[in-house]
């Protein structure tokens, strides 16, 4: 697909003007004091990915950040992966996302926790980094990749911007093992024609084609599924749902998207995996 068009669909589907008073006043009305905000106050909304700001800690827990890493977050959302990070781990993150609304929020909501010094965000394609040649210790995808049709190019920007010696993070959504087609709408995209989801050993075989070397390579879709149910029983109904939440970005369809999530993750069609690779 021409990369406008889809730039274009990935700005429509997530961005959406007036997010960030959204979020303010539902955080507000869930009882969070504004003034004194911590980054965790805004994960329901801001870890915008399976298995929220728990699989973030779990994954650089298994990547090994080490504190003063400079950490490059492609697809970086909401900045809420970021913002963990820099609070748990002491990094540095320079975030870059499609999504011109969410790089807005992203600054704002990292200046109100007082992590504007450790984090900043802005508006960038992961097919052409605007980043130095070896410049990251660590480069981080977090449910960054489902809207990328052209993953050998992204994989190949990874690659350049490492450090020799530095650690690739990934954690993503996939194709399962079913072959048949996934049931739309999912928070990621409304129909298939922004959503391309690369089987395990495609995407595995690319990253290893690149020169990247392996470290781990795991599947993680039993363990979300469980924590998925339970979440998706809670936030489901309208009535029962904190005002904080992916329903803030994704409108009324968030239900049915969380939904159909949960149906596919089922029925295998498809499956979370995380890998941790060097570059050498
Ligand atoms: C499901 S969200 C995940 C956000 C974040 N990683 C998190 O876990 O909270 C996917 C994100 O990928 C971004 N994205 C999609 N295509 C992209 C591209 N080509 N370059 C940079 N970001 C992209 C979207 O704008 C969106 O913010």
Known sequence: MVNQILHTLVNEHYGNEGLLD?????????????????SHDFSPVAEFHIGGRGSTIELAKMAQLQPGDKVLDIGSGLGGPARTLVEEFGIFVEGIDLTHEFCVVANELTRMTGLAGQAKFSQGDALNLPSDTNSYDVVWTQQSCMNIEDKNRMLSEVHRVLKPGGTYVFHEVLAGTEASAIQFPVPWARADNMSFLWTQEAIRNSILKIGLIEQVWKNATCKYI?????????????????????????????????????????????????GIFKKV
């Open 226 to 274: 469980e924590e998925y149910r339970a979440l998706a029983s809670k936030t489901g109904e309208v009535s029962q749902r904190p005002k904080l939440g992916i329903h803030l970005m994704l409108g009324e369809q968030s239900a049915v998207m969380r939904k159909n999530v949960l149906e596919n993750l089922s029925q295998g069609l498809i499956a979370i995996y995380q």
């Open 22 to 38: 959204r979020i303010l006043a539902a955080a507000h009305d869930d009882g969070v004091v504004l003034n004194e905000a911590r």
